[in-house]
């Protein structure tokens, strides 16, 4: 009863502290904004310490935050060599190969109304594949290194990517293409001048859908063949040694990527839109 009374709490101090910093004077500068969120998740991490801990919750059903950092702390090494597999050689490979793609095809499709019907329902199609059909293929296909993992995740992002880019592409109005044509410009002046600029909205918004299916992805496609590296690897060999503590800790190193990853995306974003009503 003390552990529920306790995390109870824990929960009305932290909610009125938020409540308290939303309604001040400085609640919309950055650091506030920043502040809120983090008292928020500091509180669920209190809460989970003192619930595990004092019901004597067994660590293989949910170890506690402290066992949790206590294993990150004592694997970095293999963390980190962990992030290079799957992050940096097969999701950040297979992201710019699949974002190249798209584009490519995107470009192809604008050129031709035969191409746009006949590509994007196969790239819808292509989109609906279940990952657990398609990466067995290509582990069969390419390896159990991280070239297969690579291409899984390019076929993940190249339809919200094609898709975005094909609708961005047709966001100008026709006043705007009858000024380009008077002006003398042909189709690729007009492409690079007008339509992409009003494109990269639309453009953005499927690298940053894009972002969390690459991290998805490969992970998941390393369940199906790897070496003996990877966060997909070791959450699978983890659980089966029942050392939630490493799984834990693998899943807090995707988390930090994940959200690094479209941070960066969004930080761009408003550095090359910045002209756009939305980023006002």
Do not use: C
């Not at 938020?18 to 004077?25: E, T």
């Not at 699949?98 to 006949?118: E, N, Q, Y």
């Not at 590296?229 to 799984?247: N, P, Y």
């Amino acid at each position: 009863m003390m552990a529920y009374i306790l995390a109870l709490g824990v929960w009305i101090a932290g909610w009125w502290l938020n409540v308290h910093l939303s309604h001040s004077d400085r609640s919309d500068t950055r650091f506030y904004s920043l502040l809120i969120p983090v008292i928020f998740g500091v509180t669920i991490i209190v809460m989970w310490e003192i619930l595990v801990t004092m019901l004597e919750v067994s660590a293989v059903i949910l170890p506690p935050p402290s066992m949790i950092a206590a294993r990150f702390a004592s694997s970095l090494n293999l963390l980190w060599a962990d992030f290079q597999q799957t992050i940096i050689k097969g999701a950040m490979t297979g992201y710019v190969f699949g974002m190249i793609a798209a584009f490519a095809v995107a470009i192809l499709a604008d050129r031709s109304p035969f191409l746009t019907k006949g590509i994007l329902p196969v790239g819808a199609f292509m989109a609906a594949l279940p990952i657990v059909g398609t990466a067995p293929i290509f582990v069969k296909w390419l390896g159990s290194d991280w070239q297969s993992k690579a291409a899984v995740v390019g076929v993940m992002v190249f339809f919200p990517i094609l898709v975005n880019t094909v609708a961005g592409l047709k966001d100008t109005s026709a006043m705007q293409r009858d000024l380009m044509r008077t002006y003398g410009a042909g189709y690729w002046p007009t492409l690079l001048k007008l339509r992409i600029p009003a494109a990269l909205p639309f453009i953005f918004n499927g690298l940053k859908i894009a972002t969390t299916l690459a991290l998805i992805g490969a992970i998941v496609a390393e369940f199906f063949g790897s070496p003996t590296l990877g966060m997909g690897f070791r959450i699978s060999t983890s659980v089966g040694q029942l050392a939630l503590d490493m799984v834990w800790a693998e899943i807090i190193v995707a988390a930090i990527a994940g959200s690094t990853f479209y941070g960066l995306m969004a930080w761009l974003e408003k550095r090359v839109t910045f002209w756009h009503p939305s980023q006002r």
